[in-house]
């Protein structure tokens, strides 16, 4: 199974502050079709996950421009430009280039 | 507005059984692949299966496969998950999910314990 890897797992940031979360795979995550299937999720407290990015950098509609996703093959990265207090919760990588689809660990953002 | 409602949780003993359902509303239901997920208590998200448009393809986690099976009735806007030989480590609250994670529903809670 492909293993995603996230760091770091807590991530305490400051208002207004940038934020970056890395996620690494264990294989390369380009699919046979060109594609690279790596989206990211953000889920607060009590709710649904909530996804964020699509296929590495597309931002799904509604979602501030303050989200960036980046990275290509084994290593990615989803940056906060500045972060706000609506922004706490965990982030989460998930690839859907193989099955079994897998999730990274986890990322806990706080507001320091 | 796309809503997806899961129901079919509950508390259940080792061994039993459950079926899940999702129903869907607010897009065209049998255009999109469809997951079921799952997150135990205090811990992160897991894909537990998905299933293709038509209902042909099929894909499990390895923890599950020959205990759980995912179907759909396009014809009904629904999702199914039927699980059996359920074990604790089954505990979890079940999200549906279609268009790779862009939809996900409220969650239902399954207790597997004695």
């Known amino acids: 199974d492909v293993v995603l890897t996230q760091s770091p797992l807590s991530l305490p940031v400051t208002l207004g502050q940038p934020a970056s979360i890395s996620c690494t795979s264990s294989?390369?995550?380009?699919?046979?079709?060109?594609?690279?299937?790596l989206n990211w999720f953000h889920q607060r407290p009590g709710q649904s996950p909530r996804r964020l990015i699509y296929?590495?950098?597309n931002r799904d509609s509604g979602v501030p421009d303050r989200f960036s996703g980046s990275g290509s093959d084994t290593d990615f990265t989803l940056t906060i430009s500045r972060a706000e207090a609506e922004d706490v919760g965990v982030y989460y990588c998930?690839?859907?280039?193989?099955?079994?689809?897998?999730f990274g660990q986890g990322t806990k953002l706080e507001i320091k | 507005e796309v809503q997806l409602v899961e129901s079919g949780g509950g508390l259940v003993q080792p061994g039993g059984s459950l079926r899940l359902s999702c129903a869907a509303s607010?897009?065209?239901?049998?255009?999109?692949?469809m997951n079921w997920f799952r997150q135990a208590p205090g811990k992160g998200l897991e894909w537990v299966a998905n299933?293709?448009?038509?209902?042909?393809?099929?894909y499990y986690v390895n923890s599950v496969k020959g205990r759980f099976t995912i179907s759909r009735d396009n014809a009904k806007n629904s999702l199914y998950l039927q699980m059996n030989s359920l074990r604790a480590d089954d505990t979890a609250v079940y999200y549906c999910?279609?268009?790779?994670?862009?939809?996900w529903g409220q969650g239902t809670l399954v207790t597997v314990s004695s």
């Open positions: 998930m690839q859907l280039t193989y099955w079994p689809h897998t």
């Open positions: 299933i293709n448009r038509d209902g042909g393809e099929k």
């Open positions: 296929e590495v950098s």
């Open positions: 999910g279609g268009s790779r994670g862009l939809f």
């Open positions: 607010g897009f065209t239901f049998s255009s999109h692949w």
């Open positions: 294989h390369s995550l380009v699919q046979s079709d060109g594609n690279t299937y």
